[in-house]
């Protein structure tokens, strides 16, 4: 039997490299966008899997739209990956960030109850929830949440609802507790995107400065594309279970923008950053590290690209896309 997946958040960033690594091994792959006039599928372009996907329309705000399609679909997995996935945003825009973020996963879940008990469920649980704790210096799945923004707040309750499905219902339901993860389809306004396109153009002669907030931030940032890898492998296991997925290393802001400016040949990077307080939080998150050790034991994960290479792959994809636009 073909297996089948259904991907929420198949236009962003994990969602393509997902639906990539789900292909290759043989799934039918569902993925949900929202009705648009003009969907964007660039980042599917990227990884070229754009014509190899099913296409369903639904909305995670729309809970007709999820329990009709889980009906129909009845797949063998589902990856909730949809989210309004900037913190910074979510400041401003608390109650979206909510619905789409809390509410949603619950709709997916009441879902998989009354039409399709047997379906997994992964939920894209996030570092963001530790906010200021830590055991140690490091987080893993035993430290306690303390989120700082409405994201890290309505991504609380998501995981919260994924565990208590799992213990009143029975049904296989994974949180996997990712760190930040990036790649070259990484939106812009994440700060290692704007920073690798900001490097780009800078060293290309079309831009003068970037502009941005604390530098003192630090974020354990591993591969986009590994990171998949163990939300599939979460839904492979004998016993639903909850996994701190990350590299176990941290940088600042600052060493990702020293690094970047770097890779291009330009030492002084202090002329071209220019720090603007629009860009920073009400509250922040000053640092995220992970301890990975349960999901390399029971699922023999292990992150491969190191945080050098991702950032110099990330700065050489933006040169070439920022080429195009001065010939
Ligand atoms: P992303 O690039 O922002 O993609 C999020 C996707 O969610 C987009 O495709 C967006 O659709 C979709 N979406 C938003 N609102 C929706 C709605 N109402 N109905 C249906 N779809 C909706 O995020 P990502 O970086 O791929 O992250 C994937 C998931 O992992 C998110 O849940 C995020 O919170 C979580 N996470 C990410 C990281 C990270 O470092 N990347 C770390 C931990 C957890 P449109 O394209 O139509 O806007
Ligand atoms: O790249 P960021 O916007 O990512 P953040 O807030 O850590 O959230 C990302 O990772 C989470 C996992 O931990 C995900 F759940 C979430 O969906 C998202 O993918 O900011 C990283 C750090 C922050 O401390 C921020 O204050 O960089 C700092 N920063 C400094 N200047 C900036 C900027 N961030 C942005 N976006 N833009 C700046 O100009």
Redesign the pocket.
Known sequence: MTKTALV????????PYLAKLLLSKGYRVYG???RYSNP?FSNLDFVGVTDEVDYVEG???DEASLLNLIRTIRPTEVYN?????FVKSSFDQAKLTTE?NSL?PLYLLNAIKYFSPTTRYYQ????EMFGLQHTNGYQDEKTPFHPRSPYGVS?VYAYWITVNYRESYGLFTANGI????ESPIR?KQFVTRKVTDGVAKIKLGLAKEIRLGNLDARRDWGF?GDYVEAMYLMLQQKESNDFVVGTGESHTVRELVELAFKSVGIDDWKKYVVIDPQYKRPAEVPNLRAKPDKAFKLLKWKPKMTFDKLIKTMVEADLERNKKKTT
């Open positions: 929420t958040g198949i236009l962003g960033q994990d969602g949900l966008i929202r964007n909305d995670m705000n990956l949809a989210a309004q996935s789409v949603g894209a649980s996030t570092s991504k990712l760190f930040n993860h939106g986009a």
